[in-house]
Structure formats: C-alpha cells, structure tokens
C-alpha cells in the first residue's frame, strides 16, 4: 500500500489522491488537506506538528539532546576524578 508523501499515514485501497508531475514523479496523497499543504502551500512536512516527519524530527532532536547531557554528566565526572 501505498503512503502519503505529506502526512506519512498509509493510504487505504480505493481513497486518496495521485498527482503526476509533468516529470512522471507519482505523488499519492491520503486526502486534500495534504495536497494543498504540498502543492499550494509549499509546506515543510517536518514543520508540521500533525506527520510522521514532524514526529521523526522530534525524536531525533530529543535523542540528541539526550546525548548532550550524557556527555556534559560524563564530563563533570572526570572533573570530580581529578580533584
Ligand atoms: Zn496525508
């Protein structure tokens, strides 16, 4: 099955909608709301807070975050050590 190039959800048999490019790129969208945000709108998926992209991006940064302050905690322990 097919999934949504804006929105990330699978897309159920005999709904959704297909735009062909004047390239031949085939773009499957779940319904109107992504095509608008995608071809009218020129919206960022990541930017908005109802996709998987969106999602996706806030693990990666939380992970990220959480790898800074394992390290900033290793660090303060080898301050400790030298002392
Ligand atoms: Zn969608």
């Known amino acids: 099955m097919a999934k949504c190039v804006f ?5 159920k048999p005999g709904t959704g909608l297909l735009f062909v ?4 790129a085939a773009l499957f969208f779940c319904g109107r ?3 608008k945000n995608t071809l009218l709108l020129h919206r960022n998926p990541a930017k908005a807070n109802w996709t998987q992209a ?3 991006e806030k693990h990666r940064a939380q992970a990220a975050a959480d ?4 390290k900033k905690e290793e660090h303060a322990g080898h301050g400790g050590k030298k002392k």
């Open 33 to 35: 709301k992504c095509e």
């Open 54 to 56: 969106f999602l996706q």
């Open 21 to 24: 490019k004047k390239e031949g």
């Open 7 to 11: 929105c990330g959800e699978t897309i």
């Open 67 to 70: 790898r800074g302050k394992a």
